[in-house]
C-alpha cells in the first residue's frame, strides 16, 4: 500500500469555524491531490500540488486553501466551514501527470467531515 | 454536469452473472482509467486504457476503450461477492485535472 496518511479520519465541527486537513505521504511523489466525494458526483477534484509551495485551483476550489511547505505535507483549509462543504475528503498522490505516463493515483482512506 | 457519465447507477446481480458497466463522454480524453472502491477506502486503480479500440484484460474483467476515444466499457465475466463495489472511470480533463464519473454501484450476491 502507498503511504498515504490522512488526518484527521473523522470531524465534526460548526459552521463559520475553520478546519485543516492533513495529508502526509511516505512516497516522495511530486503530485498530491485533495478532492471531495459526493453521492451522485463521484470525486470532483478541489487543488493541487505539482511541487513544495506550487498549487493550483481544480474543479471545486471556491471556499477551500491548500498549502505545501514540504514534499511529505498537503494541508487543505477550509477558512469557515460551510454545511455544503459536509463531505469525504481524499487526499491522493501521483508519481507522475498524465495518464499516458501511467499516473496513477494512490488515494488516502479518506477523511470524514461533517459541517452542523 | 458530469464530464464522465457512468451507467448503471446501481447494479445488483447473483453470483455467476456477467455484467457490463459504461463510462461515456461528448470529450475526447487521452487516456481513461478504472477504479474501484470498496467501503471506507479510497478507490484503488484496475486499468489504464490509452488507444482507440484498446481491449485489456485483468483476469475476470475486460476493459475496452472506445475506437473515438469518448467511452470505455467493463465487462466482468462469472461476477463473485469478492467483485462488490463502486467502480469509477475516470479521464485526463487537461493536465493534471483527472474528472471522474459518479460511479457504478455493484453488488454480487451470493
Known amino acids: 500500500d502507498a503511504g498515504i496518511t490522512q488526518s484527521p479520519r473523522h470531524k465534526v465541527t460548526e459552521t463559520g469555524t475553520p478546519v485543516t486537513l492533513r495529508c502526509h505521504q511516505t512516497e516522495n511523489h511530486r503530485y498530491m491531490y485533495w478532492y471531495r466525494q459526493d453521492p451522485g458526483h463521484g470525486l470532483r477534484l478541489i487543488h493541487y500540488?505539482?511541487?513544495?509551495?506550487?498549487?493550483d485551483k481544480g474543479e471545486v476550489s471556491d471556499g477551500y486553501s491548500v498549502s505545501r511547505s514540504k514534499t511529505e505535507d498537503f494541508l487543505l483549509t477550509l477558512e469557515s466551514a460551510t454545511s455544503s462543504q459536509t463531505s469525504v475528503y481524499f487526499c491522493?498522490?501521483?508519481?507522475?501527470?498524465?495518464?499516458?505516463?501511467?499516473?496513477?493515483?494512490?488515494f488516502g482512506e479518506g477523511s470524514r467531515l461533517t459541517v452542523l | 454536469t458530469q464530464l464522465l457519465e457512468q451507467s448503471p447507477q446501481f447494479l445488483s446481480i447473483q453470483e455467476g452473472e456477467n455484467l457490463t458497466v459504461y463510462c461515456n463522454s461528448s470529450s475526447v480524453f487521452s487516456s481513461l482509467q478504472w477504479y474501484r472502491q470498496e467501503p471506507g477506502e479510497g478507490p484503488v486503480l484496475l486499468v489504464t486504457?490509452?488507444?482507440?479500440?484498446e481491449v485489456k484484460k485483468l483476469k475476470r474483467l475486460t476493459f475496452q476503450f472506445g475506437d473515438a476515444r469518448k467511452d470505455s466499457s467493463l465487462h466482468i465475466t462469472a461476477a463473485q461477492p469478492g467483485d462488490t463495489g463502486l467502480y469509477l472511470c475516470?479521464?485526463?480533463?487537461?493536465?493534471?485535472?483527472?474528472?471522474f464519473g459518479a460511479g457504478t454501484r455493484l453488488t454480487v450476491k451470493p
Open positions: 475516470a479521464g485526463e480533463h487537461n493536465n493534471n485535472d483527472m474528472r
Open positions: 500540488s505539482y511541487g513544495v509551495k506550487d498549487t
Open positions: 486504457v490509452v488507444t482507440g479500440g
Open positions: 491522493a498522490i501521483s508519481e507522475s501527470t498524465g495518464f499516458a505516463n501511467t499516473g496513477e493515483l494512490f
